[in-house]
């Protein structure tokens, strides 16, 4: 019966990964209107801050930490747990983007992007999995990708990101069946958030092209930050294993369904101008 139950988030912890910008600060937002308590993760301290006086007095608390540390980590969750006794719901909006063909790419810079959106969410899920196992009703969010359902060229470091994510999330969802914690993934596309734009490159690539490949793709998006969230706290508070955001998830998530070895020669059109900016196509 736990595992059916919609989470009632009024008095209950959130927290939420990547808080400091975009869809993370949108979702603690959206949750502290609701009378959720959230607790902002995010190594960027300055963002933290403005995001934390727009919910001053909600009994929000704020965490500047590196997810990819493990010490860090482990004392962040004791941390959380002692300002938040009942964490309800774990949403991991964290990650970071990579532009740059396997030629330009150094094994550092992949190894890089891999921490931050892989071992960073496998990192804080795992420390604050207990507290959520004490719940009656608990959800863990990850935020996957369409690329993590679609591997599109110029972008092998964030593909092989999301699907690990993908995988671990799923794998999780199987090992929790019995349990009180429901485990769901969500994938968002187009949302106008700047990670492309904020993103590393390959420092192999003249920066004046990168950020013209960026622009070029980030010109593609169309969903708001605001939008996004609000379908992400929908989708935890109902507890769903699968969400799409935007209109070209669902695009894509067919694709790969109806061609999964050709969708590739469908996706590349939009995306010519971003990817023939940094690498010709093939």
Known sequence: MGRMRRLDVRGRTAVITGAAAGMGAEVAKQLAARGARVALLDRNAEGLA?????????????????????????SLAAEVEASHPRIQALITCAGSSMLGDVDQLTMEEMRWLMDVNLWGTVNVTKALLPALRREPAAHISHLVSIYG????????????????????????RHELERSTVTVGAIYPAGVKTGIILHGRYAAAI??????????????MYHTEPTDAAARIVDATVRRRPRTMIGRESRLVDVLVRVAPTRYWSVMRRPLRDAIDTVTPLR
């Open 206 to 219: 003249d920066p004046a092209v990168a950020q013209r490949a960026a622009a070029a793709q980030a010109a």
């Open 50 to 74: 403005s995001v934390a006086a727009v919910l001053e007095g909600t009994g929000h608390t704020t965490h500047v930490v590196d997810l990819t540390d493990d010490d860090a980590v482990l």
């Open 149 to 172: 359902l679609a591997a599109p060229a110029g972008r092998i470091p964030y593909a092989m990101s999301k699907f690990a994510v993908r995988g671990f999330t799923e794998s999780l």
